[in-house]
């Protein structure tokens, strides 16, 4: 199978124009109709000789993803599905900063994004672990999600609309590591997507020998963990990773990556009724997120169709978050946007796929 254009970088592609005996400009043309154009076939490619549009053509394949579906409207929180060449439904959520007042979009937008096709760390809450996993995306499939949106958005100021990047979408991005790293790099160089290093956030549920190894990476993304437990028992009665990479492990990991590169890590806690919003959870989180100086994320859970878990009330939310900021910790107690969206992990894939089979 050929490589599709969008998983090579530009030095990848600059060995192949030197073997070619292609002038430089040539190389910058391309990445102008890849990453600014954002084109879906070679003949749109005007500034370039016919020639090398055959010899391109004959040696990189250039696939685009086909929208599914789409829910949302363009000033709040919108989750794309798309189709990819196997048929395969992977999905991306746009989410405003600050849903638009009085119909005025909001000038910031974060986008979430997939890695894989399912997840195989099957944690008990989650609607990407449902159904297995299926395949790793390659990096063009990460890097067009970006671009699809962007055509499907626009127009926009400086020809680019998404200016924050969240791996939080379905997958283990940490699982796909050098499919991640590669797409990523397309995504934040100059050449690419411009996305500033420090505005891409990817979020793990603790793998904590990649975590080090991304530690080792010439890059500063941000670092999410998907704690949601602060104690083996509790953590682990919901995420199995944890039998893999106890608490300790992944402490240790996030305090090398943390030391590294000198910045604060979020840790991620979904609090599910009954099951990890316990006060007895203070204590031990507080301790980790000091020690880490993270900033711990609460997240209401997103009911997922067919699973018995739900979200505390509100008293309770408010409660769990007023008893770390009594331990001062600095915490946040998110209100998930697009909760009506199914914008949560996997959630719309899930329904379409139960909707197909029915149908
Ligand atoms: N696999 C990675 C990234 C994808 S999941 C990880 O686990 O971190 C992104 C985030 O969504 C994780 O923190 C995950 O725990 C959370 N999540 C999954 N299902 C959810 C739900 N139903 N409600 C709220 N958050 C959910
Ligand atoms: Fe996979 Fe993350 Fe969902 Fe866990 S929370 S099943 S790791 S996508």
Redesign the pocket.
Known sequence: MMVDIRSQTQEDLQNQFILWDQPVYRLAQLLQWLYAHRVESWDQMSNLPKALRVLLQQTYAMSFPVLARKQGSRDTTEKFLWRLADGALIESVLIPESDGLFGEASDRHTL?V??QVG?A?G?K????GLEGWKRNLQPDEIVNQVLAVERCEGPYRDGRLIDNL??????????NYDNLLKALKILNAPWGAKIGARRITV????LAPQIRRLAEEPFQFRL???L?GATDETRGKIMPVNTKYPLDALAAACEYYQKKKGRMITL?Y?LIAGVNDGLDQIAPLAKLARRLRAKVNL??????EG?P?S?PDEQAQNAFLAALEKENVAATLRR?KGHDIEA????LRLRTEQELQLS
């Open positions: 979430c997939s890695t997840c760390y944690c809450f989650c609607a990407s969240v791996i939080m979408g379905m997958g283990e991005p940490l699982a979020s793990t549920s603790g999410a963990v998907s949601h991620e979904i997240i209401p859970y997103n009911k997922v699973l878990w979200r998930e949560a992990c996997g959630q």
